[in-house]
């Protein structure tokens, strides 16, 4: 917590930050503004040079940090999906019916379009980037997509879900939440939470082991 010492100016706790800490923050400023501006302009449509005029930085400032915009784009979806795989890993170890562990899993998922980093994962996604970064990113992708598989499974193993393909299943709802990038407005009417609550309505629907 920030303190203020009797001449009224703020000073953080009792330590100063480490080099490493402060090129951290740092790294992280630039990859959210980054991600920020792929998302609003593309990630062709955006140079360095837009990156280091948003950040009021030079451009030869932004290599001290980050490689190149490839360097950027792989880091800012390697962020999102860490922490996503990290989190669908916790609804896994839940022991809850498998609906409960999809419905979980949607709220989580669309959550992240809450995040600059979030919303690279599908918009602009790992296409943009060379065999050399698609190669490090697309295992986490396989793995993102097997979790939801996985609940699939339980769910229909346990009852709570009707028999489906769980591959096509995977498919379609991932195509639902991938196209939120599309249309999703941060300033609109509705939160992430509030559309999650409505495709976990769709999706439960059509999932009941009632549903023909």
């Known amino acids: 917590m920030a303190l203020k010492n009797n001449t009224g ?3 953080w706790g009792k330590s100063v930050q480490s080099r490493d800490e402060q090129h951290q923050l740092k790294r992280l400023a630039i990859l959210r503004t980054a991600g920020n501006l792929f998302n609003q302009n593309g990630f062709r449509e955006t140079s360095l040079n837009d990156l280091a005029l948003e950040l009021q930085v030079t451009k030869p400032t932004l290599y001290y940090y980050v490689e190149n915009k490839e360097d950027i784009l792989y880091q ?4 999102a999906i860490t922490q996503l795989l990290e989190n ?5 170890k839940t022991p809850i019916p498998g609906i409960e562990k999809f419905k979980q899993f ?3 998922v669309t959550s992240i379009f809450d995040d600059e980093f979030g919303r690279c994962l599908a918009h602009p996604g790992p296409e943009p980037l060379s065999l050399k970064y698609q190669k490090k990113i697309e295992p986490l ?3 993102v997509d097997s979790v939801l598989r996985e609940i699939l499974t ?6 709570s879900m ?3 393909d769980p591959k096509i299943t995977c498919f379609a709802i991932f195509g639902a939440m991938n196209w939120m990038t599309k249309w999703y407005q941060i300033d609109g009417p509705m939160t992430t ?5 409505e495709m976990v309505a769709l999706f439960e629907k059509g999932l009941s082991p009632g549903a023909n």
């Open 9 to 11: 100016k703020t000073r």
């Open 76 to 79: 800012c979806l390697l962020t």
């Open 88 to 92: 669908s890993s916790k609804i896994l």
């Open 106 to 108: 949607i709220y989580l």
């Open 141 to 143: 992708y396989v793995k």
């Open 154 to 159: 339980i769910g229909i193993s346990d009852g």
């Open 162 to 164: 009707r028999k489906c």
């Open 193 to 197: 939470q509030q559309i999650a609550k």
